[in-house]
Each structure stands twice: as structure tokens, then as C-alpha cells.
């Protein structure tokens, strides 16, 4: 039971990944951020999964 719950804590633990964007596309982030009351960071992650979501239902498709 204790290793079961060590290794769900393991799949949620956060990996930092170092990421360079154009101070264009940072900017269009940061306002579509700020108008769904996100941080910039929260507003990646969200954006990531969603085309993890999407990618995955098209897969399926084909």
C-alpha cells in the first residue's frame, strides 16, 4: 500500500522544463493568461494538456 502511494505521489510530482519562447508569443500567452485569471505557467500546462486531449481523440479516429 505504501509503495502504491509512493509511486501516484511520483506521477503527480511537477518536472521543470526549461522553455524559450519569442517575446511575441510570450506576450499573446501572458494577456490569454490574464483574461482566463491563470499564470503563465498554469496557462502553458493547460494549453499542453488540451492538445495532449486533442491529439489522443484524433488518434483514435484515423
Request: hydrophobic letters at 30%.
Amino acid at each position: 500500500m505504501e509503495n502504491e502511494n509512493k509511486a501516484k505521489g511520483k506521477e503527480k510530482a511537477k518536472k521543470q522544463v526549461p522553455l524559450r519562447l519569442s517575446a511575441t508569443l510570450w506576450n499573446e500567452i501572458a494577456q490569454w493568461a490574464e483574461d482566463d485569471f491563470r499564470s503563465m505557467n498554469g496557462q502553458i500546462e493547460y494549453l499542453l494538456t488540451e492538445c495532449v486531449k486533442y491529439r489522443k481523440k484524433h488518434q483514435k479516429e484515423e
